[in-house]
């Protein structure tokens, strides 16, 4: 079990755009396990590589969350395309682990449907509703260096910034 640090906004490397994984395969076990041990031992929802320091496009989603069962493994997404999103959209308070205790109104889409590979390789596509869709839609944001910060204006923007440089100094020290 690797519980890996979370990073907290404004960390440079949580504004990066991540580069695909490609065909090297051979780390993504390891990473698999340290992001869902992460994921599970901080309550979220789901967990983004470069929340963990590492730059590439995988993320995980919590396997409830996806419709299974908690005894089911996380869904994993490797090099992740979100090939459609429903019209139908809702405004709903985000939180995020890399900005613990700030939660904001985003709006997404109901549903959506997302393309990956999983551990071994192979591809997949998964539709999903609610709260999935929304996960994997905020997930996939990590990777292309979109945080919800970026869903709100300069202000709010600022004073989210402030409370985190505040957060994080108080947890380093």
């Known amino acids: 079990m690797a519980i890996r640090r979370i990073l907290w906004y404004p960390d440079p490397q949580l504004m990066e755009q991540c580069a ?6 051979s780390e993504l076990a390891e990473l698999f396990r340290d992001l869902s041990d992460t994921m599970f031992a901080h309550n979220g929802a789901g967990l983004a590589a470069p929340q963990i320091g590492i730059l590439k496009r995988v993320f995980v989603i919590d ?4 419709g299974l069962s ?4 996380p869904l994993l997404f490797v090099d992740p395309q979100i090939e459609w999103l429903s019209d139908e959209t809702e405004v709903s308070d985000e939180g995020c682990l890399s900005f613990p205790g700030i939660y904001v109104p985003i709006r997404r889409a109901l549903k959506a449907r ?7 390789g192979k591809g997949f596509e998964v539709e999903g509703e609610g709260l999935f869709a929304r996960a994997m839609q905020h997930e996939k944001d990590h990777l292309d260096g979109t945080l919800i910060t970026d869903h709100v204006g300069r202000l709010k923007r ?7 440089e505040r957060e994080t100094q108080s947890r380093d020290d």
């Open 63 to 66: 396997p409830v969350v996806a």
């Open 70 to 73: 908690e005894q089911d493994a």
């Open 158 to 164: 600022k004073m989210i910034r402030r409370k985190m």
């Open 20 to 25: 695909p994984v490609g065909d090297s395969t």
């Open 114 to 120: 997302t393309r990956a590979r999983d551990v071994e």
